[in-house]
């Protein structure tokens, strides 16, 4: 998590702000990149960021210990994922109360649909690209089960049956209006 600095007039009333800065992977299956982490799990841990594109008065922090596990019934968040444009990780995390102290990182995920579900509920959820190895482990596990669900041919509006706005049948004549048969 990167803290950075807020720039114009919005700095009156927040000076400062987080943003999700990376996602390292720290174990993986084999054939995937990982980078040692020395901290233990949920310990936050002050990184030093290089490069050029750094704001030298930004801070980074990070927090290890989250596990990734791909799960067969979420294979299609996987695919829809890996399908998208750039396929990335998700992290939700919470603010702290206390408006000095660190964020909480909560759940890292590869998942679509999890991420979806975070954002339905108002949840804080950033995203960063995922590694091209780690995009080619989540493929492999698609491949192997992910089954798209069968189309179902809508039935057609004419063969649907009439009903009124409370549900109830309809039936519409074109002929003319019956009258009721005497004797």
């Known amino acids: 998590m ?3 600095p807020v720039d ?3 700095a009156r009333w927040q000076p400062w702000r987080w943003v999700l ?3 390292e992977v ?3 299956p084999d054939g995937t990149q990982r980078a040692d982490w020395p901290a233990e799990p949920g310990a936050a ?3 030093e960021a290089a490069g050029a ?3 030298p008065r930004a801070r980074h922090w990070g927090f290890g210990g989250f596990v ?5 019934e979420d294979a299609e968040g996987l695919y829809l994922n890996i399908t998208s444009p750039q396929p990335c990780f998700w992290v939700m995390w919470r603010e702290a ?4 102290a660190l964020p909480a990182p909560q759940i890292v995920t590869l998942s679509y649909h999890d991420a979806g579900r975070w954002l339905d509920v108002q949840e804080r959820v950033d995203q960063v690209p995922a590694p091209a190895d780690v995009v080619q482990w989540v493929a492999d596990f698609v491949a192997q089960h992910y089954r798209p669900q069968p189309k179902r041919r809508a039935r057609p509006a004419s063969f649907q049956p009439l009903t009124d706005r409370f549900g109830n049948p309809v039936r519409i004549s074109t002929g003319e209006a019956r009258r009721p048969r005497e004797g």
Do not use: N
């Open 21 to 23: 800065a990376d996602v």
């Open 8 to 10: 114009g007039p919005m």
């Open 2 to 4: 990167r803290r950075e």
């Open 97 to 100: 109360e206390d408006g000095d």
């Open 45 to 47: 841990l002050p990184l």
């Open 68 to 72: 990734v596990t791909l799960h067969p």
């Open 53 to 55: 594109s750094v704001d």
């Open 26 to 28: 720290l174990r993986a």
